[in-house]
């Protein structure tokens, strides 16, 4: 079985975020932060309507390992998490990606059902749900070449094994 790979083309991901947009706002905003943060899914998941909700940079203690991790979001971030919490009237404590039947965080599968769908919308394959932080890893490094950080961010072993991980040097889809 072949790896998944990072979404390379920035074209792709406005497709991808867009069919997800018109198809779900929690969708979306799940694509949207988990390209945007590089968070493993389980902490994404996990993430609290207080957690994000007002705030610039955002603290994660990574499950994996019990790193602090810290990302931004921009203001189109923070006031479409605003107005997606207003609209469905969630309080600090709800979980931002949660199922409408249990309230609890949505699971694996339902995710990668997600993502495979609007893959195949937009003409994707080898897509899953670790797509979401290659991709961020993927563009960090194009944006700024900074490897050493990124293999800190990821708490890998080596630089090789980033590169690796984010497939930089391999071809564009």
């Known amino acids: 079985m072949q790896g998944v790979k990072p979404i390379r083309n920035p074209a792709t991901i406005k497709q991808m975020e867009a069919y997800l947009s ?17 968070l493993h899914l389980h902490d994404l998941l996990h ?3 207080g957690d994000l909700f007002g705030k610039n940079e955002i603290k994660v203690n990574e499950s994996k390992t019990g790193k602090e991790k ?52 937009v003409g994707l394959s080898d897509i899953g749900t670790h797509t979401m932080r290659k991709t961020f890893g993927y563009h960090f490094y194009k944006r700024t070449g900074d490897i050493r950080l990124l293999k800190e961010y990821f708490n890998h072993s080596a630089p090789s094994v980033t590169l690796r991980y984010i497939g930089a040097g391999l071809e564009a889809e």
């Not at 905003?29 to 945007?36: H, Q, S, T, Y």
């Open 22 to 38: 018109r198809r779900s706002m929690r969708d979306w905003m799940l694509f949207a932060i988990g390209i945007r943060s590089g």
């Open 47 to 49: 993430l609290r309507v």
């Open 70 to 121: 810290r990302f931004t979001l921009d203001d189109h971030m923070k006031m479409m998490i605003e107005q997606y919490c207003r609209n469905l009237n969630l309080d600090a404590e709800h979980y931002l990606f949660s199922s409408k039947r249990t309230g609890t965080p949505i699971k694996r599968v339902r995710v990668y059902r997600i993502l495979n769908e609007a893959a195949k919308e």
